[in-house]
């Protein structure tokens, strides 16, 4: 095997070991987009896990905010549901996340 091929192999497994290590929450159905009152007439943006598996040390729901939904990644999940292609889903989201925690006008 040529020294190319070689590290072409490497490469490609470094790659392979990075994309399946971890699994983001963001591209499981049960990540839900919710909101939060922000004052009269305006809320946040929130995520919640509808399978209950974010939970503070003491028990309760951990709610998330929106803008950090690509952050959440973990080793394993029983819950896991992908709903597509993991790395295109999160190339996508990741451009139209908004860069902070922002509120936003209620209409009726
Ligand atoms: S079910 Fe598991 S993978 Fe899906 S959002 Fe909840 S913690 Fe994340």
Same mark, same amino acid.
């Given at each position: 095997?040529?020294?190319?091929?070689?590290n072409a192999?490497?490469?490609?497994?470094?790659?392979s070991e990075?994309?399946?290590?971890?699994?983001?929450?963001?591209?499981c159905s049960?990540?839900?987009?919710?909101?939060? +009152?922000? *004052?009269?007439?305006?809320? &946040?943006? /929130?995520?919640?896990?509808?399978?209950?598996?974010? !939970?503070?040390?003491?028990?309760?729901?951990?709610?998330?905010?929106?803008?950090?939904?690509?952050?959440?990644?973990?080793?394993?999940?029983?819950?896991?549901? +992908?709903? *597509?292609?993991?790395?295109? &889903?999160? /190339?996508?989201?990741?451009?139209?996340?908004?860069? !902070?925690?922002?509120?936003?006008?209620?209409?009726?």
């Amino acid at each position: 095997m040529s020294q190319a091929a070689v590290n072409a192999e490497t490469e490609t497994l470094s790659y392979s070991e990075e994309c399946t290590g971890k699994i983001y929450c963001a591209n499981c159905s049960h990540c839900k987009l919710i909101t939060s +009152p922000a *004052g009269q007439d305006q809320f &946040y943006l /929130r995520v919640r896990c509808d399978a209950g598996k974010w !939970k503070k040390k003491m028990g309760e729901e951990k709610i998330h905010k929106y803008f950090t939904v690509s952050r959440r990644s973990i080793d394993s999940c029983d819950a896991y549901e +992908p709903m *597509g292609d993991e790395e295109e &889903y999160m /190339r996508e989201l990741r451009k139209t996340l908004p860069s !902070k925690d922002e509120s936003y006008d209620r209409y009726y």
